[in-house]
């Protein structure tokens, strides 16, 4: 299961969180990609859980975005969690439909 985007209340990011745990719960791998352009609440959240998580193995939060290394987490996931509250826009579903994720 992957992440990929922006690290912003608007993405519905609780729900990242619940998926992430989720999946490792029931003994699945979870990499995040997410870009934080600010210093909030989520930001520090995630960063906390990068902590957290560390030494876990089916897990790798990545708290920055670089192009080159999203289209290896697209092309490594199975699955993709898009969450919004509002009106997603596309371009990760079309992307990851790409690579078959």
Known sequence: ?????????????????????????????????????????????????KHYLNDNPDCHLEIGYREELAHLVYAGADLLVVPSLFEPCGLVQQVALKYGT
């Open 1 to 49: 299961m992957a992440y990929v985007g922006r690290l912003d209340a608007q993405k519905g990011m609780h729900l990242v969180h619940h998926a992430l745990f989720y999946t490792l719960a029931h003994g699945g791998q979870f990499v995040l990609l997410g870009d934080a352009n600010h210093h909030d609440g989520i930001n520090g959240h995630f960063w906390h859980l």
